[in-house]
């Protein structure tokens, strides 16, 4: 019988999944929890940790030939208790930086551009409305802050942090291969990535290997292609449920959340669903029937 998650040693934890050591490799567990505006609410989002999994799983495997990942299995060596929303993957030397691709201007990018022209460096055309779709998609690295929100550097930061110009120019052009290849992926099933976040490392040999969770809604913006309209914010196509009842009870997005309602929880458990269908073109349950003990 394999140990239950919790006989693990954690090696580091999220706001909403934790990361396990299995000895000579590790366990990347995604939690039910949700967050809305950077705080958890007390309450869970059923099978939110088993679609994440599914969606990172699917990319992982459609993108191989674009970059190495450190995904290894969703069923040997997962415990049994936490089957459907965990992995097993390869231990890497993690890179500091965080690779975040911009095919569109919003969030933190839409800020920056609104006060400098530019983010990350990258001066961007005059004259952008929020949420535009960008000429080419942008590289905008950032730092992997221990508390508190990561900061934006150029380029040329990045490569000094990583220690290697080399190895970030390659970082550069797998990361914009991903997201172009992922862009197109959604859009042909009605979905807009606006903006994703990798993080890449280095395996036992040297090579550049994408590590993390990949091109899941937590990592990356999606919004629904349909009613998309620049000049305003976008809805997520996730969490939009969550975030549009939260505003209503007047909360000032402030620790602690409320409690989610139970149609709020189930709408948003059949966003996250949708999300994973749409995308992987199949049904959720083919995924949890694969990955059940
Ligand atoms: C690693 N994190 C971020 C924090 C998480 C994940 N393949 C790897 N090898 C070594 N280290 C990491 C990885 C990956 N991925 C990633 N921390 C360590 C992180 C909190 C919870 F699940």
């Known amino acids: 019988?394999?140990?239950?998650?919790?006989?693990?040693?954690?090696?580091?934890?999220?706001?909403?999944?934790?990361m396990y050591d299995?000895?000579?490799?590790?366990?990347?567990?995604?939690?039910?929890?949700?967050?809305?505006?950077?705080?958890?609410?007390?309450n869970t989002i059923p099978d939110k940790g088993g679609v994440l999994t599914a969606l990172s799983v699917f990319w992982f495997g459609r993108t191989r030939d674009i970059v190495a990942n450190h995904y290894l299995s969703a069923t040997e060596g997962v415990p049994e208790?936490?089957?459907?929303?965990?992995?097993?993957?390869?231990?890497?030397e993690m890179l500091p930086v965080e690779c975040v691709v911009r095919g569109y201007i919003t969030g933190s990018g839409w800020k920056d551009?609104?006060?400098?022209?530019?983010?990350?460096?990258?001066?961007?055309?005059?004259?952008?409305?929020?949420?535009?779709?960008?000429?080419?998609?942008?590289?905008?690295?950032?730092?992997?802050?221990?508390v508190g929100h990561d900061e934006a550097i150029d380029f040329d930061r990045a490569a000094e942090l990583v220690g290697s110009r080399e190895l970030m120019d390659d970082v550069r052009a797998r990361s914009l291969a991903l997201y172009q290849f992922a862009a197109d992926h959604a859009?042909?099933?009605?979905v807009i990535l606006a903006d994703t976040k990798f993080e890449f490392g280095l395996d036992g040999d040297g090579a550049l290997t994408v590590g993390d969770e990949v091109l899941t809604p937590d990592s990356s913006r999606f919004?629904?292609?349909?009613?998309?309209?620049p000049g305003r914010p976008q809805p997520s196509f996730d969490k939009q449920y969550v975030r549009d009842w939260?505003?209503?009870?007047?909360w000032d997005k402030k620790p602690p959340a409320p409690e989610v309602p139970d149609d709020?929880?189930?709408?948003?458990?059949?966003?996250?669903?949708?999300?994973?269908?749409?995308?992987?073109?199949?049904?959720?349950q083919e995924w949890l029937d694969r990955t059940a003990p």
Do not use: C, N
């Open 1 to 18: 019988m394999p140990p239950p998650v919790s006989d693990l040693p954690l090696v580091a934890s999220g706001k909403v999944r934790e």
């Open 22 to 42: 299995l000895g000579d490799r590790l366990l990347m567990v995604a939690s039910d929890r949700i967050s809305t505006y950077d705080v958890v609410h007390p």
């Open 81 to 92: 208790d936490v089957r459907g929303r965990a992995v097993v993957v390869r231990k890497l």
């Open 113 to 146: 551009y609104q006060a400098t022209g530019s983010v990350s460096g990258i001066e961007l055309p005059p004259g952008l409305q929020e949420s535009e779709r960008l000429p080419t998609p942008i590289f905008t690295p950032s730092t992997k802050a221990e």
């Open 187 to 190: 859009a042909a099933r009605g």
């Open 223 to 229: 919004w629904p292609a349909d009613g998309y309209e």
């Open 246 to 250: 939260a505003a209503s009870t007047g």
């Open 264 to 284: 709020v929880v189930e709408g948003t458990r059949a966003r996250y669903v949708e999300a994973y269908e749409r995308i992987a073109g199949e049904p959720f």
